[in-house]
């Protein structure tokens, strides 16, 4: 069954600091995976993607990185922000003809002044 | 460019009434999504389509819940009659295509509370 798992499921930081989202999969075979940002009361915005053959891609603070073969993918948050407090869901699709996305449960991250 | 819009926002029913979400894609999107939001866990696919065409309903809980897609553009979700259980966040997303290396954009959800 594909499964998508991360951690931690919730996280406090202080605003500033830096902090890193784990994301293992199962899943197969692996087309790409996505990291989405979902603040409160609104639906998941995309922050990256990656394929098989890239190992890290980042997007202003956001670092992402992939090691297809342990099937893990972390999320570092460079200098945090107030405005980076949301919930982080790693999502990993399907190569072939089924597209099913498969989604993590997502990490709580909330950041203090 | 407006995004994917959904209404309502928000919905209070009572168990055992029916209920009706609607979901307007990002313009020439062909392929809509319907997910299901529990408080803290990820969204879970209840059906796609690519155009008017259901592709994907495998979870779709078809004793109570229905969907269309009429014409391939807007779509409703519909729960008749709905349960405790039900209440949830309800949220809609479009892409370009189907592959997963197209992008999904989400709208803002329907929460519902079932009392």
């Known amino acids: 069954k594909n499964q998508v798992e991360q951690s931690p499921q919730s996280l406090i930081i202080l605003e500033g600091k830096n902090c890193t989202l784990q994301?293992?999969?199962?899943?197969?075979?692996?087309?790409?995976l996505r990291w989405y940002k979902q603040d409160t009361g609104r639906g998941p915005v995309s922050l990256t993607i990656?394929?098989?053959?890239?190992n890290t891609k980042s997007n202003g603070r956001y670092t992402a990185t992939l090691d297809a073969d342990t099937k893990q993918s972390s999320l570092h948050i460079t200098a945090s922000q107030l405005s980076d407090s949301a919930s982080y869901i790693c999502?990993?699709?399907?190569?072939?003809?089924?597209?099913?996305?498969?989604f993590g449960r997502g990490t709580s991250l909330i950041v203090h002044p | 460019e407006a995004g994917v819009v959904q209404s309502p926002r928000y919905k209070i029913i009572e168990k055992k009434q029916p209920v009706a979400f609607w979901c307007n894609p990002i313009?020439?999107?062909?392929?809509l999504y319907w997910y299901l939001q529990n408080l803290g866990q990820g969204p879970e696919l209840l059906i796609r389509?690519?155009?008017?065409?259901?592709?994907?309903d495998s979870q779709l809980p078809k004793d109570r819940f229905s969907a269309e897609r009429l014409k391939g553009v807007d779509s409703t979700l519909k729960i008749q009659p709905a349960e405790l259980g039900d209440s949830a966040v309800y949220l809609c997303?479009?892409?370009?295509?189907?592959?997963?290396?197209?992008?999904?954009?989400f709208g803002p959800g329907t929460r519902l509370t079932v009392l």
């Open positions: 389509y690519e155009n008017e065409e259901a592709v994907d």
């Open positions: 999502v990993v699709s399907t190569s072939g003809g089924s597209y099913i996305p498969t």
């Open positions: 313009s020439g999107h062909n392929t």
């Open positions: 994301c293992n999969y199962t899943v197969s075979p692996f087309s790409n």
């Open positions: 997303a479009s892409s370009l295509g189907q592959g997963g290396h197209n992008e999904q954009f």
């Open positions: 990656m394929t098989f053959s890239e």
